[in-house]
């Protein structure tokens, strides 16, 4: 009965109310189908970060349905910039719906394309300077890559955070060793669970040191 309720109760969103979205598709994937969204566990560790960061720029890389944009989105400070990288088109245009949902499309630019195309033309095409927070969730594989990319490109300043999900499962251990051996970086890890799951994984967040 309990759950039926919380059921009915969830399974209507209501727009523009960004946490009403977030509580819809928590409820979706851990009752119906398992979805890679960061989710409401590691989703809490998230926001904590962004609350503290209180950025006025972030670069998302890996958007997929909007999840975490939107849980992100919803926390910056009025004239704050998010942009979010996704290089699936039919994931990107669920997103899309999914953050115009969340009443959030006013802060947030989704780009579609490969994260090592992208991260080059950011200065130029998108007037960024610098991030002040980038949440890495894309193909653990292009961490590393991207993060030296980033690090060449000159968006990255000394206090830039990087918040890196999944690196324990299914984990991206090049990443891991690089942030945590670099002088570069001040590294520490936020223990949880893999999304709707209980299996072991967790967020790193990296400062910048310059
Ligand atoms: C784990 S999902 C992102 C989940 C999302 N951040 C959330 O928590 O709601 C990873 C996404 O990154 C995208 N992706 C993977 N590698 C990419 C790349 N190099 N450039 C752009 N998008 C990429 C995939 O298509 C996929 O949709
Ligand atoms: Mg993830």
């Not at 409820?27 to 989703?43: F, I, L, P, Q, S």
């Not at 904590?48 to 209180?54: A, G, L, R, Y």
């Not at 949440?135 to 990255?156: I, Q, R, S, V």
Request: proline share 5%; glycine share 6%; net charge negative.
């Amino acid at each position: 009965e309990a759950d039926r309720k919380e059921c009915t109760q969830v399974t209507h969103v209501h727009e523009w109310d960004p946490g009403s979205v977030i509580q819809a598709i928590d409820h979706y994937c851990r009752n119906k189908e398992w979805a890679m969204n960061v989710g409401d566990e590691k989703g809490c560790i998230l926001d904590s970060v962004v609350s503290e960061v209180n950025p006025a720029t972030v670069l998302e890389l890996g958007t997929y349905c909007g999840y975490s944009t939107v849980r992100i989105a919803r926390l910056l400070p009025p004239h704050a910039k998010l942009i979010t990288l996704e290089f699936n088109p039919a994931v990107a245009a669920i997103a899309r719906q999914v953050i115009a949902w969340a009443g959030l499309e006013d802060k947030v630019q989704l780009v579609e394309g490969a994260s090592g195309d992208f991260i080059p033309r950011i200065k130029e095409q998108f007037g960024v300077k610098t991030f002040d927070l980038v949440f890495l969730d894309h193909w653990k594989e292009y961490y590393l890559p991207d993060t030296k990319l980033m690090e060449e490109c000159g968006l990255l300043r000394k206090g830039s955070v990087l918040l890196a999900d999944n690196v324990v499962c299914p984990g991206a251990p090049d990443y891991l060793e690089y942030v945590r051996s670099s002088p570069r970086y001040e590294s520490r890890y936020f223990k949880s669970h893999l999304e709707y799951t209980k299996v072991e994984d967790g967020l790193e967040k990296s400062v910048f040191l310059g």
